[in-house]
Nanobody
Framework: QVQLVESGGGLVQAGGSLRLSCAAS????????MGWFRQGPGKEGEFVAD????????YYADSVKGRFTISRDSAKNTVDLQMNSLQPGDTAVYYC????????????????????WGQGTQVTVSS
């Protein structure tokens, strides 16, 4: 079992920044690739970003590429999502998730690939 707890959400004005953090506990964090998903009001959940267990490989949704950065600290068992140039369309509940560190094509990074999920943290971007 892997337990995931997100933090860092909040209210920010358009153009601002937030940094989300996900703390992992339980089975060896280094065995898992980590991802962030989000679900906006009235929208389906969508993939945001993913990072391999080593941190060497990252994937981003086109909608956040160039604005969001995913990183991980294996010593602290955390994975962060730095979000810059936030827009109202980024308003959502953001979820941290863990998956087995198998090589997967970016297009296959769906929610079904991830075995463990956090409870989510709310991000609200005002215009």
């Amino acid at each position: 079992q892997v337990q995931l707890v997100e933090s860092g959400g909040g209210l920010v004005q358009a153009g601002g920044s937030l940094r989300l953090s996900c703390a992992a506990s339980g089975r060896s964090f280094s065995n898992y690739a980590m991802g962030w998903f989000r679900q906006g009001p009235g929208k389906e959940g969508e993939f945001v970003a993913d990072i391999s267990s080593s941190g060497a490989t990252t994937y981003y949704a086109d909608s956040v590429k160039g604005r969001f950065t995913i990183s991980r600290d294996s010593a602290k068992n955390t994975v962060d999502l730095q979000m810059n140039s936030l827009q109202p369309g980024d308003t959502a509940v953001y979820y941290c998730a863990a998956r087995p560190n198998t090589r997967v094509a970016a297009v296959a990074l769906t929610a079904a690939r991830y075995d463990y999920w956090g409870q989510g943290t709310q991000v609200t971007v005002s215009s």
